[in-house]
């Protein structure tokens, strides 16, 4: 035994395990436990002792088979779309209920064993030994549990930051990748604990996770009310409820009453990042006659982002593949222009529109490329004298990037037997060729990878390969359409978000021809490679 008791460290591997796939530990242990021996590679001997004597065998044979058949529902339904988007948030809750039941199972048993330090010396001195085991079992239980916090919250907190993403595939592979996280963690934990490797794997991983913790909380409780949204959306849906923005809370209804924002219009909605409020924040977005706000609490404490009307130079609107997103753009105290995306909780479209409608009252729709939509984009007015800001002719051509993209991938892929795919080779005939060199790096990467494992590496490598080329090819879309759109070319924009409605103050409107009619062709937000290349044809 190392320094560190073996069941603690199986007990804190699989705890951790559990906040990817709650069941899968739980299986594994119990399948594993109920033969009377099994291969040491799978479960360490003297664990494999104290797991087996837990129950009798036709229990621990049926305990096994229960959350053997739960780990791979949950796993399929983790990888479908339309069940995936409501099971996340949900089963966030019940994470760490099966991390702290994994802890609990193998501390307990090993407690049962006896094999737990002995750091009581006389035997005869009952009380103070089992109260030193109740206390090892405890700080296991303990630890467990802020493994778990820190799985579950990596788990749930980057399938919202893939959500910004909107490829299928994206999410599908991360759900893989979290399947192999959870099988490949229990196995290491109750077969290796003994090792120096594993603790030191688990320590790694805790100070990544204290310091990304908070920020994956935030996510995560972002993703919570993401979910709740998608109930209250779908029960309006299928009841023909009267579609309208959802009652605030008391707090947001105490600011406003006290800030004179009364009866203004009020939308639950997000930040990821955002002055004053910080990063990743929840809270209310609020359209006042005078003032427009992002609010949210801090520590328990009401915090705002607030933009003057005579500050607010734009509101664009975008309705993405996976977002709602509203894009405040207000004139600073150096005198630029800054912008803010606020990114709206699911609801139903006519609920978001009218409300934006009628909290907009005082301004203007403008078309989104029209001379007073654009003026007001931080970056336009640069564009002729800028090293970041460019015209939108320095865009290129959509057509020859995604050509460039996809050919090079195929016949690099064909010929080198799959070892090596480039990976945004269109960036190269972009403004953005230093991602082309960035993705170059990394085919080199995936195929030293490939040729270190001897091949067995290679189905993987293709995989990430694909889907960093499908990452690529979204990015070029969404820039050749803000270069179609805004007018100009962000050099440090990845996957821009572009407006397809613009509001502007009556001071901002340069024109009457600028003004939208119903008439008016509404540009997309997002879509397809081959979709928005027929858009930007047009131009």
């Known amino acids: 035994m190392g320094p560190l008791p073996s069941s603690m460290v199986a007990a804190v591997a699989t705890s951790a395990a559990a906040g990817k796939n709650p069941w899968l530990p739980l299986g594994v242990i119990f399948l594993l436990a109920a033969p009377s021996s099994v291969p040491s590679f799978l479960m360490n001997e003297d664990l494999h002792r104290q797991l087996h004597g837990l129950a009798p065998v036709e229990v621990l044979w049926t305990l096994g088979a229960i959350f053997g058949v739960l780990a791979l529902a949950d796993s399929l339904a983790d990888k479908i779309g339309f069940i995936e988007k409501w099971l996340v948030p949900i089963s966030t809750a019940w994470r760490p209920f099966a991390g702290v039941a994994c802890a609990t199972i193998i501390g307990v048993a090993a407690a049962r064993d006896g094999s737990l330090p002995e750091v009581v010396a006389e035997p005869e001195v009952v009380e103070a030994s089992l109260l030193v085991g109740g206390s090892v079992v405890g700080l296991t239980i303990g630890v467990s549990a802020l493994f778990t916090w820190i799985a579950t919250m990596g788990k749930t907190g980057t399938r919202l930051l893939l959500a910004m993403v909107p490829i299928p595939g994206l999410r599908l592979a991360h759900s893989f990748v979290d399947d192999f996280f959870a099988f490949g963690a229990t196995v290491a934990g109750i077969a290796f604990g003994d090792t120096f490797l594993v603790p030191f794997l688990l320590a790694v991983y805790l100070a990544v996770g204290l310091v990304t913790g908070p920020l994956l909380t935030r996510l995560t409780f972002i993703h919570l009310k993401i979910g709740w949204a998608l109930l209250r959306k779908g029960r309006r849906a299928a009841t023909g409820e009267r579609a309208g923005p959802p009652e605030p809370p008391s707090w947001v209804r105490a600011y406003a009453a006290e800030n004179g924002l009364d009866g203004a219009t009020i939308l639950p909605s997000y930040v990821f990042r955002a002055p004053e409020v910080g990063r990743c924040r929840a809270g209310h977005l609020i359209l006042g006659r005078d003032r427009t706000v992002f609010l949210t609490r801090v520590m328990f404490r ?37 912008e803010v995306h606020v990114y709206l909780f699911p609801a139903l479209e006519e609920e978001v529109t009218t409300a934006l409608e009628a909290g907009l009252d005082g301004f203007v729709r403008v078309r989104v490329e029209s001379p007073s939509a654009r003026a007001a984009l931080p970056g336009f007015a640069d564009r002729e004298r800028s090293v970041r800001f460019q015209p939108s002719e320095k865009a290129g051509s959509l057509r020859l990037q995604g050509i460039l993209t996809i050919a090079a991938a195929i016949i690099g892929g064909v010929l080198s037997g799959g070892v090596f ?54 990015d070029l879309t969404r820039n ?5 759109v805004d007018g100009f070319v962000d050099r440090r924009a990845w996957l821009p978000i572009v407006a397809s409605r613009v509001w502007v103050p009556a001071v901002g409107l340069a024109d009457e021809a600028d003004r939208w009619t119903a008439d008016a062709e509404e540009r997309p937000s997002d879509g397809s490679w081959r979709a928005i290349m027929q858009v930007v044809a047009t131009a």
């Open 421 to 474: 795919v480039p990976i945004g080779t269109g960036y190269f005939a972009s403004p953005f060729w230093r991602r082309g060199l960035i993705g170059w790096l990394l085919s080199g990467y995936l195929s030293l990878c490939v040729l270190g494992t001897m091949g067995i590496g290679w189905p993987a490598a293709v995989l990430y390969a694909s889907l960093l080329n499908a990452v690529a090819l979204r």
């Open 302 to 338: 009401p915090r705002a982002l607030v933009v003057e009307e005579d500050r607010l130079s734009r509101v664009g609107y975008a309705d993405t593949t996976t977002n709602r997103v509203v894009t405040l753009v207000s004139r600073l105290a150096s005198g630029a222009l800054g």
């Open 480 to 484: 050749a359409l803000k270069a179609r």
